[in-house]
């Protein structure tokens, strides 16, 4: 009798034995493991859910290099816009109340006397005058072109050829060097070598006057049939034909009569504040 009692309680021992840590384990591994038929299951819901999102609100969200691609292009497409409707590159720096501004301290008078006018009495055409290497003109050629093609062992100073949008026109224009094609291209004094003797510079010495001439600020890469159509006009009695120019043109007349102490008729004042009251220079 004590023999079976000691049998039944080795078996309830056996029972009651703990299961080895590692079999656990396993166990545990196994049951967070989906079988095949249902992790592709998922992956079918997965999909779906995402496709509904996109659905919902559109196409995915860029990452930040698409966005940053897509802010650069667009910069690039208002640069270029910008170029397109600001044909110069000169900078003038100054906005059109500020040039109303200083229109009102330049002094008004009737033109001077023509007397003693020439181009001699500005200085050799075109001179070097800031000892690049270069002389005015190439140096404007150069500023206001693009697509520049040099004349070789020249130090990228004569220009061959070169595109230009016009200023004054807004139209572009392939410039080619030559005896027949170099001067659909030419380059304008702003205020005219003649309107400036007439209006003051006739005071001044002859050092002042190379200086006028050769001045970045009072040039421009122009059409050549404008430029001679101009002649030595002033704001009254002359202005580009593409009217949002006008502003950015006028501007500059006054800075250059500001700043070599030029005076303004009557008729010249009145135009100016005319174009840089309006809409467009606002």
């Known amino acids: 009798m004590k023999s079976k009692r000691k049998i039944a309680a080795a078996k309830k021992r056996a029972l009651l034995k703990p299961i080895p840590v590692a079999i656990l384990a396993i166990s545990a591994i196994s049951f967070s493991v989906l079988p095949a038929s249902a992790k592709a299951e998922q992956d079918d819901r997965n999909s779906g859910w995402e496709s509904a999102l996109i ?4 196409q995915s969200q860029p990452s930040r290099t ?8 667009r910069t690039e497409q208002n640069r270029t816009e910008q ?3 600001e044909p110069s590159n000169l900078e003038i720096g100054i906005t059109s109340q500020q040039a109303l501004e200083i ?6 008078k009737g033109r001077a006397p023509k007397t003693g006018y020439s181009r001699a009495a500005f200085g050799p055409q075109w001179s070097d005058v800031d000892r ?3 002389d005015t003109r190439n140096d404007i050629l150069k500023r206001d072109l693009t697509n520049l093609v040099f004349r070789e062992k020249t130090r990228e100073c004569v220009i061959e050829s070169g595109i230009l949008l016009d ?3 807004n139209t572009e224009i392939n410039f080619v060097r030559g005896q027949r094609t170099s001067m659909l291209v030419q380059i304008d004094h702003v205020v005219s ?3 400036a003797w007439q209006t003051g510079i006739f005071q001044s010495s002859v050092k002042e006057r190379i200086a006028f001439a050769n001045d970045p600020i009072n040039l421009l890469a122009v059409k050549g049939s404008l430029n001679s159509q101009k002649g030595d006009g ?6 580009p034909p593409h009217k949002p120019f006008r502003c950015k043109y006028v501007t500059l007349q006054i800075n250059v009569k500001a700043k070599y102490g030029l005076w303004v008729t009557r008729a010249e004042q009145e135009a100016m504040i005319r174009i840089l009251s309006s809409q467009e220079c606002r």
């Open 55 to 58: 659905q919902f609100f559109g």
């Open 66 to 73: 698409e966005q940053s691609r897509t802010e650069q292009n």
């Open 83 to 85: 170029n397109r409707t």
């Open 103 to 108: 229109l009102n301290q330049i002094p008004v």
């Open 132 to 134: 690049n290497g270069c």
């Open 167 to 169: 200023p004054f026109s």
């Open 193 to 195: 070598l003649s309107n």
């Open 234 to 239: 002033d704001a009254a009695t002359w202005l």
